[in-house]
């Protein structure tokens, strides 16, 4: 079973090259499972026991399943993030050099480990404003083959490089496009031939690289999952399963996958933005509920911020708490931060760990060194649109922030199981002193 969920996954992820595809293939899970499509600029018309999902830049998406029996008026909800850190082509991408040497201009998209894009075969994928007509039409873009790759120096012309090594992106970290085939215009040629337009019908791209490495399953006993994109992908997939898995007729069901978390979600459509606010209050107007509803509905909700944990390093243990540490497949990681970058606290970390119980999927807790600045993630963020009980969870990862990444087999299937209880509960919430977790 680990193993299928696992793979379910990894295949998930590859037709995810980027955060535009990732919400593409969401979408279609979404139609498939009977969701309608709802578009922000259309009027909307909802009802009780309606499913319905709408999207934002094309990069963020919100489904939501609404109760038939909604007397305890209330959301239950997750959020995950369609991003990965990676580089993104610039507008003028062609950069010609010495010998013939054509190169991708490319800037950094996020805080990547810069070491694991070099020696591997990338390829380039994205979304590119077509011209038809008199409309300009979004197209995804994916380049199914080894495209670009970004070279290392040898160690014979730099003999420290194994010593430490700053990289400077504008001149270490640009991928190798061409040894001197291409001429002036070429890679807009590619991408017009790719869509089956002209170049000149192209006005905009919004295009990454990807690594192309394939996912895998491995190990003596197989225990460990590696893919890009775990972070955060792998808690996309998990938290999507379960919304399509759970039914609740007490509570609206609602599953946000944000973009741009990577790069602070500051954004249209980032956690920052308004589109959860946006979402929760046309349903509630749609069902005729009152302001005042609106406020009382969001004081009895609660959502599941997930996103990766760290994982305790082998070869580095000491970078991790030395009690309040996760490991790879023994369950659900709850994230807490003093400073409130995890927004988790004592009623939230409660809640979902009962939930967990049980659903019987196992637990654990993870906090940053004391001395150590830690990461935040969607919870805190989307808090200050929405004003929720929030807990931060995810699965416990090697490798954050590597072109390239590994979580153990298991924590898939019960990050699934335990989500799917979190929406399939009725949580009943009369302020921060009684919390009822009724199954």
């Given at each position: 079973m680990f193993k299928r969920v696992s793979e379910e996954l990894l295949s998930f992820i590859q037709k995810s090259p980027s955060?535009?595809?990732?919400?593409?293939?969401i979408s279609s899970m979404l139609r498939d499972a009977g969701y309608t499509e709802l578009k922000e600029c259309d009027a909307w018309k909802l009802e009780k026991g309606g499913k319905y999902f709408t999207t934002r830049n094309g990069s963020?998406?919100?489904?939501?399943?609404?109760?038939?029996?909604?007397?305890?008026?209330?959301?239950?909800?997750?959020?995950?993030?369609?991003d990965s850190?990676?580089?993104?082509?610039?507008?003028?991408?062609?950069?010609k050099g010495k010998g013939g040497y054509m190169q991708l201009n490319t800037e950094g998209y996020g805080g990547m480990l810069c070491a694991t894009w070099m020696d591997r075969p990338l390829s380039i994928a994205g979304r590119v404003l077509v011209r038809e007509g008199?409309?300009?039409?979004?197209?995804?873009?994916?380049?199914?083959?080894?495209?670009?790759?970004?070279?290392?120096?040898?160690?014979?012309?730099?003999?420290?490089v194994n010593n430490g090594l700053k990289y400077n992106n504008q001149v270490d970290l640009l991928p190798l496009f061409s040894a001197g085939e291409c001429e002036e215009g070429d890679f807009r040629r590619l991408i017009a031939q790719e869509l089956g337009c002209e170049d000149q019908d192209i006005f905009g791209m919004d295009l990454y690289l990807v690594n192309r490495m394939?996912?895998?399953?491995?190990?003596?006993?197989?225990?460990?999952?590696?893919?890009p994109k775990l972070d955060d992908l792998q808690c996309a997939f998990t938290s999507l399963k379960a919304m399509l898995a759970g039914n609740n007729d007490h509570a609206i069901n609602v599953y946000a996958c944000f973009d741009n978390e990577e790069v602070g979600s500051g954004t249209k459509q980032g956690a920052l933005s308004t589109f959860l606010n946006d979402v929760l209050n046309r349903i509630n107007d749609n069902l005729g509920h009152t302001r005042?509803?609106?406020y009382r509905a969001a004081a009895k909700s609660f959502m599941v911020s997930c996103d990766n944990a760290h994982a305790v390093h082998p070869n580095h243990p000491e970078k991790t708490d030395a009690e309040n540490c996760t490991y790879m497949n023994k369950g659900i990681v709850i994230k807490f931060s003093a400073n409130q970058k995890y927004t988790t606290d004592a009623v939230s970390s409660a809640v979902f760990s009962r939930i967990c119980e049980k659903a019987g999927v196992p637990v654990q807790h993870f906090a940053n060194r004391s001395d150590v600045l830690g990461g935040s993630t969607l919870g805190n963020l989307s808090s200050q649109q929405v004003s929720l009980h929030t807990v931060d969870i995810g699965l416990a990862q090697l490798a954050m922030h590597s072109s390239y990444e590994t979580a153990g087999i298991k924590d898939t299937a019960y990050m699934i199981q335990a989500l799917s209880a979190f929406y399939e509960c009725n949580l009943r919430i009369s302020g921060s002193e009684r919390i009822e977790v009724e199954a």
């Open positions: 955060c535009f595809h990732a919400v593409s293939t963020s998406v919100i489904a939501f399943a609404i109760g038939k029996d909604l007397d305890d008026y209330h959301f239950q909800i997750t959020s995950s993030h369609s850190p990676t580089f993104k082509v610039k507008e003028h991408a062609e950069l008199d409309a300009l039409v979004s197209k995804l873009l994916s380049f199914d083959r080894d495209l670009v790759l970004i070279p290392n120096v040898a160690i014979h012309m730099n003999r420290e394939a996912p895998s399953v491995w190990g003596a006993k197989e225990e460990f999952i590696s893919s005042e509803d609106y």
